[in-house]
């Protein structure tokens, strides 16, 4: 069982960049894919971006393509997610998640594709 704990979230500008980390423990991360989910007040959860723990193949929702990139470091056990460009629409709960399958499967965009989820780091981008 792997737990997963993210970190990095605060307050930017429009147009500002925060790094968001997803550091794991219990279980190496090379066992899992990994998703990143936010949650705006009111609003369902949503599937942002994933990465293929075969491949490393990554995967993005529209509103975050060419803003984000997601990438996994294996020495630390850690994914992240780099933001730039930010809009004050991506204001959130941000959550990083682990399916424990090899590869990414095509519905990674749902939450219920995965077994474990973090806490969660709120993002808040308002000048």
């Known amino acids: 069982q792997v737990q997963l704990v993210e970190s990095g979230g605060g307050l930017v500008q429009p147009g500002g960049s925060l790094r968001l980390s997803c550091a794991a423990s219990?279980?190496?991360?090379?066992?899992?894919?990994i998703g990143w989910f936010r949650q705006a007040p009111g609003k369902e959860r949503e599937g942002i971006s994933c990465?293929?723990?075969?491949?490393?193949?990554?995967y993005y929702v529209d509103s975050v393509k060419g803003r984000f990139t997601i990438s996994r470091d294996q020495a630390k056990n850690t994914v992240y997610l780099q933001m730039n460009s930010l809009k004050p629409e991506d204001t959130a709960v941000y959550y990083c998640?682990?399916?424990?399958?090899?590869?990414?499967?095509?519905?990674?965009?749902?939450?219920?594709?995965?077994?474990?989820w973090g806490h969660g780091t709120q993002v808040t981008v308002s000048s």
């Open positions: 998640a682990a399916d424990d399958y090899s590869g990414v499967r095509g519905h990674w965009r749902l939450p219920l594709t995965y077994d474990y």
């Open positions: 219990g279980s190496t991360l090379d066992n899992y894919a």
């Open positions: 990465i293929s723990n075969s491949d490393g193949s990554t």
